[in-house]
């Protein structure tokens, strides 16, 4: 029998159109993700089929976990569509495995084939119980259940184990956003969701040395890694923000500082997304978090960009977003106590119904337009790729 590893495809298969495009795109992440492994991959409509030459089953089994538009990782046995050999590969798979109950699950894909499906099933559960001695079958809550799939004139696949992929679609099918990437818990789980829409994401981030360290790049360095597993090639555009924030602290009434240095955050965000051709925003905001996170400052902050903002964790508790971010390895990261930029310049009393008017006043008491370009024109682009690194700690 000859083992093989096998891919069901997440949310693609409902996309009759496009099925092509996700799988092609699907196919290249999964080689992307594999490279310098001894593999043969082969894909249909349906599945994808990846031949190993090696010991090494459970590293790339580790590696696909990791990449979007998986529905599951099948480990299982390519063998012969014929009937006998089929009976006889099944029990022998099942001779090796400990279980009291067990049933039979056939999908016969390959419509010509002798049998229907049931009467498959049957027919192996039969052999199966005839050979193998203390044993049942229980339909409602086996065991172990043996799938068989009868996939074409040649070949038939057996197996009793499936391992979750992480679903969505496959990265850089929706084309490219901006990530917001602050050193907190939010913003990295709203990138991974974003990635998990197949979004291919870049990530923004505003410094403002010496108010904020080192040790806080870094930080954000680090977590952008770890989205870069998710199948991101990813520059953090790092912005050079201290004299605007020292000329916000030093011109603008304290209530509206966070307002309006959101404000020039988006206008900067929406110029790089431009610059590199994505038409959107991500961020970490939660909806009622902080002040700057009320109704009516999403409103006024937004309000001075037209390019859509996603925010994948607007309408998730707290709790739910540390779920995702222990899940996806950046929660320990998140909680070093580094200072982030806005954490430094918090005024007792941010306002949480922020006017309109009154931003746009207060923004003509700085030359905001120069201080843009100078932010702009001072970036500084880091790349992370970590998309081929095996993390031994967690395999
Ligand atoms: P996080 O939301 O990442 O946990 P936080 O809660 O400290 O961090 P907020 O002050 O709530 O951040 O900011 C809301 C969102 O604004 C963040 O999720 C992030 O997308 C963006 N943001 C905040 N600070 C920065 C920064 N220094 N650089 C880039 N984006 C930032
Ligand atoms: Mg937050």
């Known amino acids: 029998m000859e083992k093989i590893i096998m891919i069901k495809y997440g949310e693609l298969s409902t996309k009759k159109d496009n099925i092509k495009q996700f799988t092609d795109k699907l196919l290249k992440n999964v080689q992307k993700k594999l490279k310098g492994y001894n593999i043969s991959i082969t894909k249909n409509k349906v599945r994808m089929y990846i031949n190993i030459y090696e010991n090494n089953e459970d590293e790339i089994i580790y590696k696909l976990k990791e990449v979007f538009g998986i529905h599951s990782i099948v480990v299982c046995y390519k063998i012969s569509t014929d009937l006998e050999i089929i009976k006889d590969e099944c029990l022998k798979l099942l001779k090796e495995k400990q ?14 084939f002798e049998l229907n499906s049931m009467e498959v099933s049957k027919l192996i559960g039969a052999h199966i119980l005839k050979n193998i001695n203390d044993i049942g079958v229980d339909v409602h809550n086996p065991d172990l259940t043996l799938k068989v799939e009868i996939r074409d004139e040649k070949f038939s696949y057996i197996y009793t184990n499936e391992i979750e992929g992480l679903k969505g679609y496959p990265v850089g099918i929706q084309g490219k956003g901006l990530l917001m990437l602050s050193g907190g818990i939010d913003s990295p789980v709203a990138g991974f969701l974003s990635q998990k829409r197949g979004i291919d994401i870049d990530c923004i981030y505003f410094e403002s040395p010496p108010h904020t360290s080192l040790a806080a790049k870094n ?37 509206y500082m ?3 240095m959101r404000r020039m955050m988006y206008r900067i965000s929406a110029i790089v997304s431009k610059n590199i051709k994505s038409n959107i925003l991500i961020n970490g905001e939660s909806i009622g978090q902080v002040a700057s996170q009320t109704l009516q400052s999403m409103y006024v902050i937004n309000s001075v960009t037209n390019m859509p903002v996603i925010r994948p964790v607007s309408c998730l508790d707290k709790l739910e977003i540390i779920g995702i971010s222990k899940k996806i390895g950046t929660y320990d990261t998140s909680i070093l106590p580094f200072e982030d930029c806005c954490t430094i310049f918090v005024p007792k009393h941010p306002v949480i119904n922020p006017n309109m008017e009154k931003c746009v006043y207060y923004e003509t008491l700085i030359d905001y ?7 702009i024109n001072n970036i500084e682009i880091i790349n992370v790729n970590t998309m081929n690194e095996i993390h031994d700690d967690l395999l």
Do not use: M, W
């Open 258 to 260: 966070i307002t309006i």
């Open 369 to 375: 337009q120069k201080l843009i370009n100078e932010c």
């Open 219 to 255: 930080k954000v360095v680090e977590l952008a890694k770890i989205l870069s597993k998710y199948g991101s090639n990813i520059n953090i555009h790092v912005v050079p923000f201290t004299e605007f924030q020292e000329e916000i602290y030093k011109n603008i009434d304290s209530t």
């Open 99 to 112: 279980f009291k109950t067990f049933k039979v699950v056939t999908n016969r894909a390959y419509k010509s």
